[in-house]
């Protein structure tokens, strides 16, 4: 309601095709139901960001992680702090059950997308690989499928896939609220409520895009915040709208620039 008080007009339920390109400034996006001028994208589509930066022609190294999370029924006389170790996580919800998780459940796929970036990737997973766990299989060929499908005047995935909703990893879930469960007696009455799992946009450095494209006056990004999202979003909201209007510093936006990757000629 703010956003729309203050001016803003919201385009809810409706898929960008791509990224307009004139004269080598970006000039808006084509949508599924036409073009929407504008003198400057931001582009900021999660786990989509990669695909759709593509079609100006622009280079992300974004891969996906899925991660999982249950939610406990309630539990009497439950701990108050927030848990975390390595077997699992949780905290308190108001209805008096918990969320809970396993830090090093993360799951992501072998994808054509995987290899072009490996040599970036490599260093900090060979640092933690005990967080994060790998698989191969079809999720190659499918990814493979999917980002020949964007381009200008194609349908792309954006219309078939309205929102990330990937299934829990059931049994890593089960295994942990098993763990919890004999850790922590006071859970042994719970059930598991509910179960779901998200997915996350990372980037090499688990720091956020937050920049310009030289290549391309007009066009930004706001994509990559690597499950830091939610609790650096107000300031990287702040921090973006600086950098679309030209006042940000050069010391606040030199962490987050596309430019440390050199991946687009920079």
């Not at 390109?21 to 003198?39: K, L, M, W, Y």
């Not at 994808?111 to 994060?132: C, E, G, V």
């Not at 381009?151 to 909703?165: L, Q, W």
């Not at 942990?176 to 990372?202: K, N, S």
């Amino acid at each position: 309601r703010k956003v729309r008080d203050a001016g803003a007009a919201l385009f809810a339920g409706t898929a960008v095709r791509h990224i307009d390109i004139s004269g080598g400034r970006a000039t808006g996006v084509e949508t599924e139901t036409g073009p929407i001028a504008a003198d400057a994208v931001v582009i900021a589509a999660g786990a989509w960001s990669r695909w759709l930066s593509a079609t100006a022609g622009i280079v992300i190294p974004q891969l996906k992680v899925v991660a999982s999370v249950l939610r406990t029924t309630p539990v009497e006389d439950g701990p108050l702090p927030n848990v975390a170790s390595t077997a699992f996580c949780l905290r308190r919800r108001r209805d008096g059950g918990y969320t809970v998780a396993r830090r090093n459940s993360s799951l992501t796929y072998v994808t054509p997308d995987a290899l072009r970036f490996l040599r970036l990737y490599l260093p900090n997973y060979l640092k933690q690989k005990q967080l994060l766990r790998v698989r191969a299989g079809a999720s190659f060929f499918r990814e493979l499928w999917l980002e020949r499908r964007f381009g200008p005047g194609r349908p792309n995935p954006f219309e078939e896939f309205r929102a990330c909703d990937p299934a829990a990893d059931s049994d890593t879930l089960k295994a942990t609220f098993a763990r919890l469960q004999q850790d922590m007696p006071v859970f042994r009455a719970a059930r598991i409520a509910a179960a779901w799992a998200g997915t996350i946009d990372v980037l090499p450095d688990a720091l956020p895009i937050l920049s310009s494209v030289a290549r391309h006056p007009g066009l930004f990004l706001a994509t990559g915040f690597s499950a830091h999202g939610f609790g650096i979003g107000p300031a990287a909201g702040k921090l973006m709208a600086e950098i679309v209007t030209g006042e940000a510093g050069a010391a606040s936006r030199a962490p987050f620039r596309l430019e440390r990757f050199h991946l687009n000629g920079d």
